[in-house]
């Protein structure tokens, strides 16, 4: 059974950066494409990045596209999201998941996700 377990939330203000984490706890996680979705307050929880099982693939909503970035180590268990130049408007509660699709290739909703992280609040204010 894949666990998914985020870290690296926290206050940052507007401009500053923060670097998130996602543990995977079994090796199979290595097969699978990961995603970073979030979900603010009053909204529903929407997709911001994914990466394929090689890290040879990413994709990004338009509205982190050029500020975050996605990465993994298969070694390790772990995706990582850098996020850098915060905006007020990136506060929200973030999670991992997977499909357990290998590419990027097609729609990320988080309906069609089998297995999510408990999330890790990130808070951007002035």
């Known amino acids: 059974q894949l666990q998914l377990v985020e870290s690296g939330g926290g206050l940052v203000q507007p401009g500053g950066s923060l670097r998130l984490s996602c543990a995977a706890s079994?090796?199979?996680?290595?097969?699978?494409?990961m995603a970073w979705f979030r979900q603010a307050p009053g909204k529903e929880r929407e997709f911001v990045a994914a990466?394929?099982?090689?890290?040879?693939?990413?994709y990004y909503a338009e509205s982190v596209k050029g500020r975050f970035t996605i990465s993994r180590d298969n070694a390790k268990n772990t995706v990582y999201l850098q996020m850098n130049s915060l905006k007020s408007e990136d506060t929200a509660v973030y999670y991992c998941a997977t499909d357990r699709r290998a590419g990027v290739s097609g729609s990320w909703y988080a309906g069609g996700m089998d297995y999510w992280g408990n999330g890790t609040l990130v808070t951007v204010f002035s």
């Open positions: 990466i394929s099982w090689s890290s040879a693939f990413t």
């Open positions: 079994v090796r199979t996680f290595s097969s699978y494409a």
